[in-house]
């Protein structure tokens, strides 16, 4: 507690020094003593002032000091190597202060830094020179606030660069995070671009046309001429067997493919293929018994053989088997993608046999 009070006390001294003030360098005629440690305080002031100039303020840290070593319980060579660092500090501050800062608008008994740094940088610039002493007095006084801090000037560059490591590294965070955000607010508005247009070209679509499935085959006159003929009569001269050897087909009650699986694939074909840079539009649906063809229209610019050479990725986009592209419709101008069915009926031979077609 004495050394705190010590410490605050020279600091207040030092900080209210008036030169009007009766001194140890000189005597003043007027009884008012305006420094605030009283006239011990002005005549102490003026003292350590005259000594050492603004260098002086160096004994406020060693009174700290001592009060950190009391409460730290170092050994004695340390406080000695402190105190041997205080005084190569004081020293060499004193010198730079004469010799780098005599210049210094400061209320002082004498010239900055006192008779110590007088008469120590007078010897050094007249043994070194100006700039080699100014050299010397900074690598003492490095040397000396190392001793007197017992801090390695290694560890403090340490420090210092593991700081400046980590500013640079937040720095860089900070940039990455940034441009992050404008590269996800520019995909964003990609996105809303590609989702508006996908909206404006499902709105503008033409609905689905879907054909029914063919319900009952048109029989020829032939197939409808030998309905009736006993099996065992006399086979007539002709290369074609009769069509009465064959079982009739029989109607088959399977589930149908519904309007809205049609719709949804219909949007999933063009899905898919604009995925690959295609753009069509299925028009109409036909389902069979086994496959669904679906006619599309490419665009303008579009290629069939771009289309074919994408049967495969498309096959394995839409999880089927195949595809089979039909290239040209008769009587259309469309192409046909012919899709298997998840659930194939039969069809009996007597039914392609027997049809008009």
């Known amino acids: 507690m004495l050394l ?18 009766p001194g140890w360098s000189h005597s003043a005629t007027e ?19 005259y000594l050492f100039g603004l260098s002086a303020y160096w004994w406020v840290a060693l009174c700290l000091y001592l009060v950190v070593w009391g409460w730290r319980r170092m ?34 008994p004498l010239a900055p830094g006192g008779v110590t740094g007088e008469v120590a940088s007078t010897m050094l610039s007249g043994a070194f020179g100006f700039t080699g002493a100014t050299l010397a007095l900074l690598t003492f006084g490095a040397i000396g606030w190392s001793l007197f801090v017992g801090v390695s000037w290694l560890a403090i560059f340490e420090a210092l660069g593991t700081l400046l490591e980590k500013g640079y590294l937040s720095a860089r965070d900070v940039w990455e995070r940034r441009r ?11 996105r809303e671009v590609v989702v508006q247009t996908e909206k404006k070209r499902e709105e503008d679509h033409p609905p689905l046309r879907i054909e029914p499935p063919v319900a009952e085959i048109k029989k020829s006159e032939r197939a409808q001429k030998e309905k009736q003929a006993p099996l065992f009569d006399n086979l007539p001269d002709t290369p074609l067997p009769p069509l009465k050897l064959l079982d009739e087909a029989k109607p088959q009650s399977g ?32 389902p069979g018994p086994v496959i669904t063809r679906y006619e599309i229209e490419p665009a303008v610019g579009v290629k069939g053989s771009q289309i074919v050479n994408l049967v495969k990725d498309l096959a394995r986009a839409l999880s089927v088997v195949s595809i089979r592209v039909v290239e040209t419709i008769p009587g ?13 009926q039969m069809v009996k031979l007597i039914e392609i046999l027997s049809s008009a077609t």
């Open 31 to 49: 009884a008012l003593t305006r420094n605030a440690g009283g006239a011990f305080g002005a005549w102490l002031s003026d003292l350590m002032l």
């Open 75 to 108: 050994d004695g060579f340390r406080l000695g190597a402190a105190l041997g660092g205080f005084a190569v500090l004081l020293l060499s501050s004193a010198s730079l202060e004469r010799l780098r800062l005599h210049s210094l608008a400061a209320e002082l």
């Open 4 to 21: 705190i009070a010590a410490g605050l006390y020279l600091f207040l001294i030092l900080a209210t020094y008036h030169r009007s003030d």
């Open 180 to 190: 992050d955000r404008k590269l996800g607010s520019r995909a964003r508005e990609a």
């Open 255 to 286: 589930e149908t493919i519904t309007a809205e699986t049609l719709e949804f694939t219909s949007r999933l074909i063009e899905k898919k293929l604009s995925d690959f840079g295609v753009a069509v539009k299925v028009l109409a649906a036909y």
């Open 332 to 344: 259309k101008s469309y192409m046909g993608l012919e899709l298997p069915n998840p659930r194939r």
